[in-house]
């Protein structure tokens, strides 16, 4: 078995590990990024890139940008259409002031994460390990060793990006599933699904048999669809919930989607997964190791969005690094900067995001706001607004918000 010694070992060439060995490409640093998979490789997902997305790329790299924007498998979006539980639909749209094109983009994680995984394949302080699972982690004097069936391999510093079953984490890491804390859901690409809106909304339908989660229709390169659905695994336990039912009978007999649906074909089988969401503060670094994107549960409680919180950890965790190695320190204590600086960036978005989820349980108030602000423009701009600030949605899961739009007291 052969041994190598890295400065630093990422363990996971998704978005977030791509992330932080981009950001560390001009250190004196020796990098060995090692995921189970061949590239290029699905990963289950919803395949939205919100403008948080867009936004990290620039902040890494200006000239990153450029390249994204010739990347061609990609679908400019400029909104999202939610529907009520009562079936009635409101479309927010939006806008990104940093990127003139589009607000986000949807494209295939086989896609995006080719496009990551090849901003890093040619780096020279970067040496790639792929279709090598790691097996084993332990701590071995000062270093961290991690064994494959193929190689051995040691360093003073560990990135664990390696997703939501995280080897890192198993090892190393304190993250235990809860499933209160937990997302069941499917996902099955189509094509021929028709009725998209013409600035290629996501959907979300928050459908009485599936709140407190969704169900959702993304329009895809080349006439296709990302279908799915997702719900709290405490939900789907204590209802005893089978979601590939609910999902057939969505499609094939709710008002809204079974004439969407009439050609629709799928061109694979439903696929599972599993999302550790954001709703509660976890401890992401120890001793001489760091856990990022959905390693870290770091996925909004309320959209399922993960990438851009992803892009956000890898680049916050090389700056870390970076420090780190500096000074010489990878202790638990050091480390714990991380998590302050996750903590001040995200973490109010996240237990805003869990508040408006449990706002979900209550139909009637979604079917209420969505009335309203169909009928009332400066309601729907107010929303517009909402969704796209953080202090602004804060306003959301204030009982005042709804007293207002009540008594029509917002202008």
């Not at 190598?4 to 070992?9: A, E, N, Q, R, Y």
């Not at 439903?270 to 976890?282: A, H, N, Q, V």
Request: charge should be positive.
């Amino acid at each position: 078995m052969a041994n190598h010694h890295f400065d630093l070992i990422i363990v996971g060439a998704g978005p977030a590990g791509c992330t932080c060995a981009y950001q560390l490409r001009h250190t004196k640093l020796r990098i060995a990024v090692i995921d189970k998979a061949t590239f290029p490789r699905d990963k289950i997902c919803g395949d939205a890139l919100s403008a948080d997305v867009v936004n990290q790329l620039d902040r890494m790299d200006p000239t990153l940008v450029d390249s994204f924007k010739k990347f061609n498998q990609k679908l400019p979006s400029q909104g999202v259409s939610f529907f009520a539980p009562n079936g009635q639909k409101l479309d927010i749209p939006f806008t990104n002031p940093n990127f003139d094109e589009a607000a986000g983009y949807i494209s295939k994680r086989v896609d995006f994460d080719q496009f990551m995984f090849d901003q890093i394949k040619d780096q020279a302080n970067v040496e790639l390990f792929v279709n090598e699972k790691i097996e084993k982690i332990e701590y071995e004097s000062d270093l961290v060793k991690l064994e494959s069936k193929l190689h051995t391999f040691t360093s003073k510093l560990i990135i664990g990006a390696d997703g939501a079953y995280s080897v890192v984490n198993k090892y190393l890491g304190n993250i235990k599933v809860e499933k209160e804390h937990y997302c069941a859901g499917l996902r099955q690409y189509y094509k021929n699904v028709n009725g998209f809106n013409d600035q290629n909304h996501i959907e979300l339908h928050f459908y009485k048999e599936l709140l407190p989660g969704y169900f959702w229709v993304f329009p895809l390169p080349n006439g296709q669809a990302n279908v799915g659905l997702g719900m709290l695994s405490s939900e789907v336990s204590k209802r005893q919930l089978n979601l590939k039912s609910i999902l057939y009978d969505l499609i094939h007999n709710h008002p809204n989607l079974k004439d969407r649906f009439k050609n629709a074909e799928p061109i694979e089988d439903i696929k599972g997964f599993g999302l550790p969401i954001g709703s509660k503060k976890r401890a992401i670094s120890g001793r001489q190791f760091l856990l990022l994107g959905d390693a870290a549960s770091l996925i909004d409680p309320f959209t399922g969005e993960g990438i851009g919180n992803a892009i956000r950890s890898g680049r916050i965790a090389a700056e870390v690094v970076e420090e780190a190695f500096y000074k010489n320190r990878f202790d638990s204590k050091y480390l714990h900067k991380y998590d302050q600086i996750i903590e001040h960036k995200m973490r109010n978005e996240l237990r805003i995001s869990r508040s408006m989820q449990k706002l979900l349980k209550y139909p009637k108030l979604f079917n209420f706001v969505v009335k309203k602000a169909n009928s009332n423009s400066s309601v729907r701009t107010l929303l517009t607004s909402m969704l796209d600030n953080v202090d602004l949605k804060k306003e959301l899961i204030k009982p005042r918000f709804y007293v207002q739009l009540l008594f029509g007291s917002l202008k």
